[in-house]
């Protein structure tokens, strides 16, 4: 799949940013995060990095709140995204209890799902056992939650949410329920931003912050704000186009960013009706909606191309001298299973982020098919082009060719696809 920035997208919808750390009720942190930014140090075993490293860290954060939720993923072993963690490198397996020895390589056992799974579950036993004044300390482990205190857990209990980005919200919605109107979410993910754009109405909030990158680029997006800049169908509506242009399961166009995406969208406001319907759980992609999706596609590619179908477009971009199959458009088979692939993670992962058991169809319907290795895109209904044409020739002729061309020497037609537009004749 072609990658791109997904943090482009934050840069175009942040209106503004704060320099010091909000004052807030609740803090929700996304620990897997923490846990790759707070290294061993010194630490001898596991029970060292908790008790000098990580509760020190958490202990630091519950300064001055009311309420403190630490969120963990989970690793399913059909996922979808088992291929993209594979592709950061399998790490040896290491068993975590409190004497067992820190791995001299963090970032190595941090690859391994099983060394994680071990890693969050002591931790966040670790976490619960804490006692602090006035502070509700609570933490998922697996479906199920730990916390500090005799807290009401409904709605939170049992979860079946994969990763922390959707389940951080369930836990937003609890907090807000309960009366506790500011909460500010740590996380450096741009699907957070943009969830916690398109829910905030939703959740009823007063402020929602997110304390959003690392090092130089982090700040505090006040998500509130934000909001505040777009309408409510345009919230609504920045899942799906999140994902149609490029996320962690579905491929970016080659070549084209957030800032070009979004600017197809601002010419082409009429596609945010349909981003919102695809941004929540449907049961099938209409055919009227991928033939929509075609024309915004087409202006990523050429603002100036006239053509509403993406096979048009691609036949006219192609004839104009863009040869380069990472200059034009995809076919329509492939936009298709693309689109299919984009719904299923904005209006089915995604758009159930608020309630804590999520019904996912199988991937088979939406753009995947299944191996022995996993899951992968299903790219195109339409046979290989290599296999399905026996001459591959291009004319160069832009008026009669007199026989000359390689069309006629190869005692073929010259067609619309070459620069003659196949008006070519022979003399």
Same mark, same amino acid.
């Given at each position: 799949m072609h990658s791109g920035q997904k943090s482009e997208l934050v840069q175009l919808l942040e209106a503004s940013t704060a320099v010091d750390?909000? $004052?807030v009720d609740v803090k929700? %942190? $996304?620990v897997a995060t923490v846990v790759n930014v707070l290294p061993p140090g010194k630490s001898e075993t596991f029970k060292d990095y908790a008790t000098s490293v990580f509760l020190p860290y958490a202990i630091k954060q519950a300064q001055?709140?009311?309420r403190i939720d630490l969120i963990w993923d989970q690793? %399913?072993?059909n996922s979808l995204k088992r291929n993209t963690r594979e592709a950061r490198g399998s790490g040896v397996r290491r068993h975590v209890c409190d004497n067992a020895s820190i791995p001299v390589n963090w970032k190595s056992f941090l690859q391994s799902d099983e060394n994680k799974k071990d890693l969050f579950h002591y931790l966040a036993e670790s976490v619960a056992a804490l006692q602090l004044p006035g502070v509700e300390i609570i933490t998922t482990s697996g479906v199920d939650v730990l916390s500090s205190s005799l807290v009401e857990t409904e709605g939170l209990t049992s979860c079946n949410h994969e990763e922390a980005d959707t389940r951080i919200f369930i836990h937003v919605k609890h907090a807000s329920a309960r009366g506790l109107k500011k909460v500010l979410i740590r996380m450096v993910d741009t699907d957070v931003v943009v969830l @916690?754009? @398109?829910y905030a109405r939703k959740l009823e909030l007063q402020e929602l912050w997110i304390a959003f990158g690392v090092g130089n680029h982090f700040r505090y997006?006040?998500?509130h704000k934000i909001t505040t800049s777009l309408t409510q169908q345009q919230c609504e509506a920045l899942p799906f186009f999140h994902a149609v242009t490029g996320c962690d399961t579905v491929s970016y166009f080659a070549g084209k960013g957030k800032k070009t995406a979004f600017q197809a969208w601002k010419s082409n406001p009429e596609v945010t009706e349909i981003f919102r319907v695809l941004s929540s759980s449907q049961d099938t992609v209409y055919e009227k909606q991928c033939h929509a999706l075609e024309r915004f596609v087409v202006v990523m590619y050429s603002h100036t191309c006239p053509h509403q179908t993406i096979n048009e477009a691609r036949q006219v971009l192609f004839a104009q001298g863009n040869k380069s199959i990472e200059n034009i458009p995809p076919t329509q088979a492939t936009l298709a299973q693309h689109i299919k692939r984009a @719904?299923?993670?904005a209006g089915h992962v995604w758009g159930q982020a608020l309630g804590p058991m999520q019904e996912l169809p199988s991937p088979a319907e939406w753009g995947w098919q299944q191996s022995p290795e996993g899951w992968s895109p299903k790219w195109t209904t339409l046979a290989e082009a290599s296999k399905a044409c026996s001459k591959l020739v291009s004319c160069g002729y832009k008026r009669a060719c007199g026989g000359l061309c390689k069309c006629t020497k190869a005692n073929l037609p010259?067609? @619309?696809l070459y620069s003659c537009a196949g008006s070519c004749y022979q003399e």
């Open positions: 750390c909000p $004052d929700v %942190f $996304d001055n709140i009311k690793y %399913f072993e @916690a754009i @398109a997006l006040p998500i @719904a299923y993670q010259c067609t @619309a």
